[in-house]
């Protein structure tokens, strides 16, 4: 009986006796003790749980709060986006606009700055002055095969100054005017050699001569504008193959048209220093003095 413990349990019906042994007894003992620490352990860890919980849905609110704040100031971002998209697709618009007045037409890969920069008054002149001036090549730019200069005539097999170039171009390619200008003769003409034989007569005492035509598209006395088609290449006259004979005359005096097929307005005052013949300061300040004239409103609407 040492290593058993006797229990009685008595009530209105009498009394019972029940024996444990100590190795149970121990068993229940550290089952309590087990089951205690358990319960303490669990009570702790749903305490912290439950704090971690809190803390968590306290987080998820004030991310809640700032999605709502970011996504209103998204918005409102997005409609500055928009309301500045707008502005300045007008921007574009009436850039667009100017250039088509001035002539200008820019590259794809151009910026705006860039753009605003080129209509700048000064631009505004030099295009004046491209759109009065001959420049750039009347056909498709595909090399010479003829050079301003002391020459051997290839018909006539004499020394000469050739005082324009000889433009590579196939039979019946389109020629365009460099500039603005009037038509000074248009047809056939034998004692020069050039064939069917073009003039035109720009403004500030230049000329464009174009010889060995096919025909001309305009006839004496027309009024054409820069870019206009005026006449076809062909092989007329005293002429070894089709190509486009083209002079640039300036008060009668012969000009190297090569100098006038590269200006344009990226390399605009290359010109001033390759051809010397031209007093261009003298040109460009009337050029710029008539277009302030012209600029300024009228008296008419002035008392307005």
Request: include cysteine; glycine fraction near 6%.
């Amino acid at each position: 009986m040492r290593n058993k413990i006797l229990i009685t349990v008595t009530d209105i019906y009498g009394s019972k006796h029940f024996t444990i042994s100590k190795i149970i007894k121990k068993l229940l003992l550290y089952s309590i003790i087990f089951v205690t620490l358990l319960l303490i352990f669990s009570g702790t860890a749903i305490y912290y749980l439950s704090k971690k919980v809190d803390i968590l849905q306290k987080e998820t609110i004030l991310l809640e709060n700032k999605k709502d704040s970011l996504q209103s100031k998204n918005r409102e971002l997005f409609e500055k986006i928009q309301a500045k998209s707008q502005e300045l697709s007008s921007v574009n618009e009436k850039i667009q606009s100017i250039e088509e007045l001035l002539g200008i037409k820019p590259a794809k890969e151009v910026n705006l700055i860039t753009r605003v920069e080129a209509i700048h008054p000064d631009a505004a002149l030099k295009s004046l002055m491209l759109q009065l001036i001959p420049n750039g090549s009347p056909v498709p730019y595909n090399g010479i095969t003829g050079k301003y200069g002391n020459r051997i005539h290839p018909i006539l097999k004499k020394k000469e100054f050739h005082q324009g170039i000889d433009l590579r171009a196939p039979l019946k390619t389109p020629v365009r005017a460099p500039a603005d200008g009037i038509v000074e003769f248009a047809g056939p003409h034998k004692r020069s050699g050039f064939g069917v034989l073009l003039i035109l007569d720009h403004a500030y005492g230049f000329k464009t001569l174009y010889g060995h035509l096919y025909k001309c598209k305009v006839k004496t006395g027309d009024f054409v504008k820069k870019g206009d088609i005026i006449a076809y290449t062909g092989n007329s006259g005293l002429s070894n193959g089709p190509h486009l004979h083209y002079e640039i005359r300036y008060l009668q005096i012969s000009l190297n048209p090569l100098k006038f097929i590269k200006w344009d307005l990226k390399n605009f005052d290359t010109i001033f220093r390759k051809e010397k013949a031209v007093k261009w300061d003298s040109l460009v300040n009337q050029i710029r003095r008539h277009h302030l004239q012209t600029a300024q409103p009228s008296s008419l609407t002035a008392q307005k």
